[in-house]
């Protein structure tokens, strides 16, 4: 990751400020309260990709942060693409259902505003589900052109709307909100991490024709394989691109879910299977909230996930790791004790 910062003066209204990488966040001060950091594991290239829009959509303080988990040999630009093309997509998304609806007396507002705010929210859902599908289109079509046939990407992303939180799944990356505890901070869950291990997803696998086992070295690990052949083995049951296992029951569809922002709600942060693989939600949320300020969030979880990495598992590659945080309150800092 190293791509220059977009400017807003380059990008359609409604985009916002947007990094893609912590060089970018360093540099561009309109940033104050995200951070985005990636670092590659044990493969030549690091195929993750994110990014993170302040200013997104409807609202001043809307935002807009992803993480994409490529794989296969030409994952990397499965994951890069997804990053860069997918926020334009659910914007042009909103606006088209936006523009293809015609008000009528039983859509009107009453007096608190709910069915104003329901309504919001069933039209970014409706664009989150054709942004991801047009999304997969262009994936799919690119696959074709270069024959990228078993590369892909996984894809969370959060939406903050006000105080709603719209998460749209796509994979084993995953999503947690940072919340007080009794005793702190608590993680709470946004995701399921969706992979051929769960029975629904492994049923529809199954019955596209494609396998789902585990391979003797990897017992528990359930991945999905084609009908004769002992490939790709995906660990995860929906993604972008995948071009073989698209007739084998690997979706592009996101599962959707909804969450209320309230007082107590201190951050959220998304990150591929790389930092899951090594540490609890707890343990990223307590490492989140221990941070000096809201930059350096993404990158202690990296470095946390690393260091975890190289002990637990010295002599496995790591993964990529990747992450990107967002903090629905300003941290309030803790004076330093004199000397």
């Known amino acids: 990751m190293g791509n220059r910062v977009v400017s807003n003066k380059s990008v359609p209204e409604g985009l916002g400020c947007i990094i893609h990488n912590e060089d970018e966040m360093n540099d561009n001060d309109q940033i104050k309260f995200g951070s985005v950091y990636s670092k590659r594991g044990g493969k030549i290239v690091n195929q993750d990709s994110a990014v ?16 994409f988990d490529g794989h296969g040999e030409y994952g990397h630009v499965v994951s890069k693409a997804a990053s860069r093309r997918l926020p334009l997509l659910l914007l042009n998304q909103k606006n088209a259902v936006l523009s293809s609806e015609v008000p009528t007396e039983s ?6 505003g709910s069915s104003s705010l329901d309504k919001e929210l069933v039209e970014w859902k409706t664009a989150f589900l054709n942004s991801f599908k047009e999304m997969d289109d262009e994936v799919m079509k690119m696959a ?10 996984t894809a969370v992303v959060a939406l903050k709307q006000g105080d709603d939180l719209l998460i749209a ?22 995701t399921i991490d969706l992979t051929p291990r769960i029975p629904d997803e492994a049923d529809r696998i199954r019955s596209f ?41 690997i979706i592009s569809t996101p599962v959707i879910t909804h969450h209320h922002i309230t007082s107590d709600d201190l951050f959220i942060l998304l990150a591929t299977d790389g930092i899951w693989d090594v540490l609890s939600n707890d343990k990223v949320a307590s490492i989140v909230w221990g941070v000096e300020n809201e930059k350096m969030a993404s990158k202690a979880v990296v470095d946390a996930a690393v260091v ?22 300003k941290k309030v800092q803790t004076p330093s004790k004199p000397t």
């Open 52 to 67: 993170l829009c302040q200013g997104y959509g409807s609202t001043l303080d809307g935002v807009l942060c992803g993480v």
């Open 209 to 249: 024709d494609g396998r789902v086992f585990a391979l003797k070295n990897e017992p528990g690990v359930e991945r999905a394989w084609m009908p004769r052949r002992n490939s790709p083995g995906m660990a995860m049951s929906r993604s972008f691109g995948d071009f073989f296992m698209k007739q084998c029951g």
């Open 107 to 112: 859509q009107s507002t009453n007096c608190n």
């Open 308 to 329: 975890e990495w190289k002990a637990k598992y010295s002599l496995d590659r790591p993964d990529d790791c990747t992450a990107v945080c967002y903090f629905l309150q």
């Open 144 to 153: 074709l052109k270069e024959r990228y046939f078993t590369s892909g990407s």
């Open 169 to 190: 799944n796509l994979g084993d990356s995953r999503a947690i909100l940072g919340t007080k505890g009794d005793n702190g901070v608590k993680a709470v869950q946004l």
